[in-house]
């Protein structure tokens, strides 16, 4: 098992999603960017990049522009604290998942 197979059960993380996160290691990027990169759509890669935002593997900056206005980036979270961050959620499933198991005998009581 690899660590994208983890996060694909999980946080639900495609092989694309994992490709924006590696991209997004090298430097904070804008949407544009990253969909020019992947050659795909904006709202494609703004799917993936909420999805990647919920799980904490990025963050989103918010830029001002001179006159007024702003735009977004985005930048990955260092791969050490993603994986502390993934060890915890882990954890948290295993002990529902555990607890689950104690009750079921008890579920399967008909009522």
Do not use: H
């Amino acid at each position: 098992m690899r660590c994208q197979d983890v996060m694909q059960c999980i946080f639900n993380i495609n092989s694309q999603d994992m490709e924006i996160y590696k991209y997004l290691l090298y430097g904070e990027k804008r949407v544009e960017e990253i969909a020019d990169k992947f050659g795909k759509d904006r709202s494609t890669i703004q799917r993936s990049l909420k999805k990647l935002m919920d799980c904490m593997m990025i963050k989103r900056k918010r830029n001002i522009i001179g006159k007024g206005g702003y735009y977004y980036t985005y930048v990955a979270i260092p791969p050490g604290e993603v994986k502390g961050w993934i060890k915890q959620c882990l954890d948290e499933k295993y002990s529902e998942m555990n607890d689950a198991i104690k009750n079921f005998e008890r579920e399967l009581e008909i009522q």
